[in-house]
């Protein structure tokens, strides 16, 4: 393999890793956010004011 | 039956992300010219057509929020509700592709950037959806979401000048593969893993969608449950 070939390689990996990095990252932003509502929700049917 | 459903369409996504990803890298050959980093483009062009799907059903949802406002204000929260997602999960996948095609972008041309139609075009485009989350974040007040569906529907009008920047000005960015001259297309043995990988990341993007739909329809209930508690306490005071 030469330099270019090896750079072409490494340059592919990084940006597929990336991009479930990416993915993957604002799905579990969107698991937290939705167990934050949860919780709000919850808190508020047992304790209404 | 909802959450069995939901279950079944995540493992069929994931499924296919994987035969995607196995496409993409075990089945499809290494293009002549570009070697391995051609490979970018199994997830790139994908990508992009998820983002235009996005901004589609934000604009959709804009326009039904502005057209049931005041007759119809249940169907208007939805609608707004699919707004939103459309345009959040939109802004996610297409920075993704834009950081992708910068990537390919360093090893054909050398450079991480340059200002050429298509891509300028698009991160416009990228701008005018991270202006309108930015709005819906920080500002507050009833007009907000007609101000965001007015900011959603002027937004993507930038869509189809996307798309058509490589045909009406001459780009540094490759012509169009599909639906460009005659001579353009793609091999064979190309077009499968490629048709895969669409597939795969149409079925994540709706998966996505889907999740952040239903976050912002629960934030809206909590949003309604905190407006009708103040209205009560109001009223006692």
Redesign the interface.
């Given at each position: 393999m030469d330099q270019?070939?090896i750079?072409?390689?490494q340059?592919?990996v990084?940006?597929?890793i990336?991009?479930w990095c990416?993915?993957l990252g604002?799905?579990g932003y969107?698991a937290v956010?939705?167990r934050a509502?949860?919780r709000?929700?919850d808190r508020?049917e047992r304790n209404p004011? | 039956m909802k959450k069995a459903g939901f279950g079944f369409y995540a493992v069929l996504t994931l499924s296919l992300m994987v035969w995607g990803y196995y496409q993409a890298i075990y089945v499809a050959p290494n293009d002549a010219m570009q070697g391995d980093i051609f490979r970018i483009i199994y997830y790139h062009v994908p990508l992009f057509i998820c983002t235009f799907l996005l901004f589609g059903i934000s604009f959709a949802g804009s326009i039904g929020f502005l057209s049931f406002r005041h007759s119809r204000p249940a169907w208007a929260q939805i609608a707004d509700a699919w707004a939103l997602s459309g345009a959040e999960v939109g802004v996610v996948c297409c920075g993704n592709a834009l950081m992708l095609g910068s990537m390919w972008g360093r090893r054909a041309w050398g450079i991480w950037w340059t200002w050429d139609a298509r891509l300028t075009t698009t991160l416009i485009l990228w701008l005018i959806y991270v202006s309108y989350l930015l709005m819906r974040r920080f500002s507050s007040g009833t007009q907000v979401q007609t101000l965001a569906a007015v900011l959603g529907i002027f937004g993507a009008l930038d869509i189809p000048i996307v798309y058509m920047s490589n045909r009406w000005w001459r780009t540094q960015h490759p012509a169009p593969v599909f639906g460009g001259s005659s001579d353009a297309g793609m091999a064979k043995s190309m077009l499968i893993p490629f048709g895969w990988n669409v597939l795969a990341w149409m079925a994540w993007a709706i998966l996505i969608l889907a999740i952040r739909f239903h976050v912002e329809r629960q934030q809206q209930r909590v949003a309604a449950a905190e407006a009708q508690e103040a209205l009560a306490g109001h009223s006692i005071l």
């Open positions: 270019a070939a750079l072409d390689h340059f592919r990084a940006a597929y990336l991009t990416i993915q604002y799905l969107l956010r939705w509502l949860k709000q929700a508020r004011r | -």
